[in-house]
């Protein structure tokens, strides 16, 4: 250090389709694949309103519904009538289904869309035939006219569901303002956000949002970063701060220097984060698109043997092809396929808003089976910072002024000591008096003039070389525990002693007393001494504790516990990375704005140990709904299919095409519910 130095005795570490990108201008790009769900939404809409129109005549001119009705009316080519509304109806109302059908053939990927257009094809054609003539029996069309309406309105309404999922993603893309107060020759002149550079200087008013990531050269307020980071409380910045694009200003007026633009921002950067897990392979899903194949491919073979088997049994043709098309119609995958992406999207925006950001889906469903958690001490569970822990009377000195007058000389340096006692003495709102003749001591600590008093604070070498000696248990303790002591000395007499370590954040004690409570084992990492090592792991009641480890050696410890169990490793996620890489799922804290953490599967942005703990809640709740929605979606078709083949048409139950299509949407929405239920 330029002016003096102690020797510590601490030493050591002092679907995803649905989601929305992010360009320079911070506005919403097209969801990726090029689909624009809302012009989907629209189109389904229309086709729902137009179809549902033509089916009231389709309807009215049936003989079976005016049957049901008690009335008749009927006039001379009355069924083709019908049959050339119905005509429109499938091929305008039919044309996403049959359009997906034709993709789903190309993909060579059958699925939904094979399923509902061989349904409503078979069904079409069939009564085309009894009304050309070609083939005796009875016509459905308003069977086939009013399944169409449902499944695109049950298409709708899913639809709207999805969108829904990802509204929080959306809801990011949106935070970023559009224009900004750029300072030009002293001037505020607004221009759209795109238009900046790094080093621009721009003017936030007072409730307005922070445009781009930057520098604070002017002013004070505090701001609201609860949409980015998750922290709830307002964070004071001041000139040297760093501010997060997005970010809500308080009561102050600020000028920042801009330090980042458009896909080098947080937010730019934690919106591709998600976009990139919510699109990211799940095991889970993996299942799931397996097992939608598989029912498609039952759902035919079932719809063909129904068709057969009614007919070789003596049923009508139009019995036979009515049971086929509800086996097809009510066996479609679109909730087994949906079952999984729904709550990936919900869970990834739900992490995102509350600065958890998922970098490894994989990693992230993996979370809800480890065993251990081993986390880094500096930064991680301490503030990386010395701190007084006890200021120690020795003489007739009050505490609080023995304090403020050892902050008065360690004022003037920068070594983490001398800042360790000025920002103890701050904290306790002590008023830090004026120093005259500040000289450094090399290797031994700093002296000066305060109040009209020579005063020294030195380290305990420095006092033995002064023939001075401190027998108190209060210190004997401190050094006991590891921790760095210093003393207030005035010409031959010991005024005080000061024992200063590493801050332990308040928050790490509810993390591991968490985690632990969840019946997880919580570990700890360090290159510090043993002694400070024991006294860390003591006060946080930790399982156990690797002291003395260099970097590098990390990964090895980490290795040594997975021997046994599933582990997860919380660290800074600079030199903590080979560790992070190592474990079943590597967790980074304190990346402040920073969220490209290469190393790290899951990145804390609001740099609270707390949040692991939240991590692994998020995980657990994230697979039951994955694992709900796959047991209702393949359990529904096990009751579903065989009563649309007929197997109960004895008794009388028999299933419609139309009432096969509520039901179908009516598990698909119940999926997309749950799914939005994680929050």
């Known amino acids: 250090m330029p002016d003096h130095h102690y020797t510590s005795a601490a030493g050591g570490e002092p679907s995803g389709?649905?989601?929305?990108?992010?360009h320079a201008g911070g506005g919403a790009a097209p969801a990726p694949g090029g689909h624009d769900h809302a012009g989907m939404l629209t189109d389904y809409w229309r086709r729902f309103l137009v179809s549902l129109v033509l089916t009231i005549p389709i309807l009215a001119l049936t003989p079976e519904v005016q049957a049901l009705a008690g009335v008749e009316f009927a006039f001379p080519g009355r069924e083709y009538a019908v049959f050339l509304l119905a005509t429109v109806v499938y091929l305008y109302g039919g044309w996403p289904f049959l359009a997906g059908f034709a993709q789903e053939l190309r993909l060579r990927s059958i699925g939904m869309m094979t399923l509902i257009a061989l349904a409503i094809t078979v069904a079409y054609a069939?009564?085309?035939?009894v009304v050309l003539g070609l083939t005796p029996g009875m016509g459905f069309f308003w069977e086939l006219a009013t399944l169409i309406d449902i499944m695109l309105l049950g298409h709708y309404i899913e639809m709207r569901s999805v969108m829904g999922a990802s509204r929080a993603l959306e809801a990011l893309v949106r935070i970023m303002p559009s224009e900004a107060h750029l300072l030009r020759d002293g001037e505020a002149v607004d221009v759209p956000v795109g238009d900046l550079v790094v080093g621009d200087m721009v003017q936030v008013r007072p409730g307005e949002k922070v445009p781009v990531d930057g520098e604070v050269t002017g002013g004070a307020s505090s701001l609201n970063e609860a949409m980015l980071t998750g922290e709830s409380r307002p964070v004071r910045r001041s000139p040297g701060d760093r501010v997060i694009g997005g970010a809500i200003n308080g009561e102050g007026a600020l000028t920042v220097r801009v330090t980042a633009t458009g896909k080098e921002t947080y937010l730019a950067q934690v919106i591709e984060l998600v976009r990139q897990a919510q699109e990211s392979k799940s095991r889970t899903q993996d299942l799931a698109n397996t097992a939608a194949f598989v029912l498609t491919v039952t759902a035919v073979t079932v719809g063909a043997v129904t068709l057969g088997g009614w007919l070789l049994l003596g049923q009508a043709l139009a019995f036979a092809v009515e049971r086929a098309v509800t086996v097809m119609v009510i066996s479609c995958p679109h909730a087994l396929g949906l079952a999984v992406p729904l709550v990936v999207a919900v869970s990834t925006s739900l992490a995102a808003r509350t600065g958890l950001l998922i970098r490894d889906r994989q990693a992230f469903e993996a979370a809800r089976d480890l065993d251990v958690v081993i986390f880094d001490k500096t930064g991680t569970l301490t503030e990386g910072r010395f701190g007084v822990t006890a200021a120690i009377p020795l003489a007739d000195m009050p505490e609080e002024t023995a304090l403020a007058q050892a902050a008065a000389l360690e004022g003037l340096s920068e070594h983490p000591i001398a800042r360790g006692i000025v920002d103890g003495a701050r904290r306790r709102g002590l008023a830090i008096p004026a120093v005259t003749g500040f000289r450094a001591l090399p290797g031994r600590g700093v002296e000066g003039d305060v109040e009209g008093r020579l005063l020294r604070v030195v380290s305990p070498g420095a006092l033995e070389?002064?023939?001075?000696?401190v027998a108190d248990t209060r210190v004997s303790q401190a050094e006991a525990r590891g921790e760095t002591v210093v003393f207030l000395v005035e010409g031959d007499r010991v005024l005080a002693a000061f024992s200063l370590a590493d801050v332990i954040r308040p928050e790490?004690?509810?993390?591991v007393a968490e985690l632990r409570s969840m019946g997880y084992q919580c570990m700890m990492l360090t290159g510090d001494s043993r002694t400070v090592a024991a006294a860390v792991a003591a006060d946080l009641a930790l399982d156990d504790y690797y002291a003395e480890v260099l970097p590098h050696e990390k990964a090895e410890r980490v290795r040594e516990v997975q021997r046994q169990s599933?582990?997860?490793?919380?660290?800074?996620?600079?030199?903590?990375?080979?560790?992070l890489v190592q474990a079943d799922v590597g967790i980074a804290i304190g990346a402040g704005t920073d969220v490209a953490v290469e190393s790290a599967d899951i990145v804390l942005v609001r740099s609270d140990p707390r949040d692991v703990a939240n991590l692994m809640r998020l995980s657990k709740r994230t697979y039951r709904k994955m694992a709900q929605?796959?047991?209702w979606a393949t359990g529904y078709n096990v009751?579903?299919?065989?009563?649309?083949?007929?197997?109960?048409?004895?008794?009388?139950?028999?299933?419609t095409p139309a009432m096969g299509a509520v039901l179908m949407s009516v598990s698909t929405v119940i999926v997309a519910i749950n799914a939005r239920l994680l929050r």
């Open 465 to 469: 070389e002064q023939g001075l000696k």
């Open 17 to 22: 389709e649905h989601a929305a990108g992010a």
């Open 126 to 129: 069939y009564s085309a035939a």
């Open 639 to 655: 009751v579903a299919i065989p009563l649309a083949a007929g197997v109960l048409s004895g008794v009388g139950i028999v299933l």
């Open 508 to 511: 790490a004690r509810e993390a």
């Open 566 to 579: 599933r582990v997860a490793m919380v660290g800074d996620g600079v030199n903590d990375a080979p560790a």
């Open 629 to 631: 929605n796959l047991l």
